[in-house]
């Protein structure tokens, strides 16, 4: 399994501002594919957002967008205008391309506060 | 659309026993995965498999047995239960054939004695 680093086990942030989580990962792949998971108290796992490796651009979905450094094997995830059913465990994972495995960060837990 | 279902979704049991925990699901995707959450640990794989009756080890695979007979149902088994193994335990289905994205169950808490 690839080592996917999370390095920020809890962060707070209060509602309307911007959070950044932060993973780094060790690869020997050129090809690969990044994920940002959001776990709400409800258990269930919901996909952010993904990154193909190959892609110099950032990717962005709405709220959530990333910051992709290949060279310096990071991928770190922006909370811009946060907001309270933001609050979740985020994961970071990893998965070569095609080998459809995840691997995980241990996860980040954010709370937006009122 | 029911998507990918877990079954049961809380188990209780005891050190030695054997428990079977479900998933199904309903798009016919070729990959289906099991894994366990832990705090500390993120998810770690337990098994997957990429087919009908083809499976594969995972980062984890001690204690535990699948199969997969019909590409929809993915059962994991707990052949004699430890309490190391509390945990709560996800399944994901992929399409495969060139996509990327897991799709995830809502996951079993699962709590040995």
């Known amino acids: 399994a690839q080592t996917v680093t999370q390095s920020q086990p809890e962060m707070s942030v209060q509602e309307a501002e911007t959070v950044t989580l932060s993973c780094t990962y060790d690869t020997s792949e050129n090809n690969y594919y990044l994920f940002w998971y959001k776990q709400p108290p409800s258990r269930q796992m919901i996909l952010v957002i993904r990154q193909e490796a190959y892609k110099q651009q950032n990717a962005t979905e709405n709220r959530f967008s990333v910051n992709f450094q290949k060279a310096a094997k990071s991928f770190s995830l922006k909370i811009s205008d946060s907001q309270l059913g933001d609050t979740a465990m985020y994961f970071c994972?990893?998965?070569?391309?095609?080998?459809?495995?995840?691997?995980f960060g241990a996860g980040t837990t954010v709370t937006v506060r009122a | 659309d029911a998507g990918i279902t877990q079954s049961p979704r809380y188990k209780i049991t005891e050190t030695g026993r054997q428990v079977t925990l479900m998933c199904h699901q309903t798009w016919s995707h070729s990959y289906m995965f099991w894994y366990r959450q832990d705090l500390g640990h993120g998810l770690r794989l337990i098994y997957y498999s990429a087919a009908a009756d083809i499976t594969d080890k995972g980062e984890v695979p001690d204690g535990y047995v699948v199969s997969r007979s019909k590409t929809e149902n993915f059962p994991l088994t707990l052949e004699s239960a430890t309490r190391s193994q509390t945990s709560v335990y996800f399944c994901?289905?992929?399409?495969?054939?060139?996509?990327?994205?897991?799709?995830f169950g809502p996951g079993t808490r699962l709590t040995v004695l």
């Open positions: 994901a289905s992929l399409a495969g054939t060139g996509t990327d994205t897991q799709y």
């Open positions: 994972a990893f998965m070569k391309i095609n080998d459809y495995k995840l691997s």
